[in-house]
């Protein structure tokens, strides 16, 4: 078993930063890839970054250039530097982690552990 935990979340005005970590206690040496998901009101969840432990990078196209993912310690931390934020960016972000090798990176049906999630409010 995995848990998560992310934080770093907040309220920002357009054209700030912010960055999001997630924290993996329990079995992380069985996880081969973690992502960052989004879910905003009325919206389904979407794949926002996914990185593999072949050190692939996967990113949604309306973030690239913006947002980088990074993780740290074999897979104990994972975070996403979000630049350039702007208001459709506001979403509840959360953490996921799977030990499962796919080439998808970006699916969420795909991830079995999946943290609580932190909030991100860009104004504009």
């Known amino acids: 078993q995995v848990q998560l935990v992310e934080s770093g979340g907040g309220s920002v005005q357009a054209g700030g930063s912010l960055r999001l970590s997630c924290a993996a206690y329990g079995q992380i040496d069985s996880l081969f890839r973690m992502g960052w998901f989004r879910q905003a009101p009325g919206k389904e969840r979407e794949g926002v970054a996914g990185?593999?432990?072949?050190?692939?990078?996967s990113y949604a196209d309306s973030v690239k250039g913006r947002f980088t993912i990074s993780e740290a310690n074999d897979k104990a931390f994972l975070y996403l530097q979000m630049n350039s934020l702007k208001p459709e960016d506001t979403a509840t972000y959360s953490c996921?982690?799977?030990?499962?090798?796919?080439?998808?990176?970006?699916?969420?049906?795909?991830?079995?552990?999946w943290g609580q999630g932190t909030q991100v409010t860009v104004s504009s």
């Open positions: 990185i593999g432990s072949d050190g692939r990078a």
């Open positions: 996921a982690a799977d030990p499962r090798w796919s080439s998808e990176l970006l699916q969420s049906y795909q991830y079995k552990y």
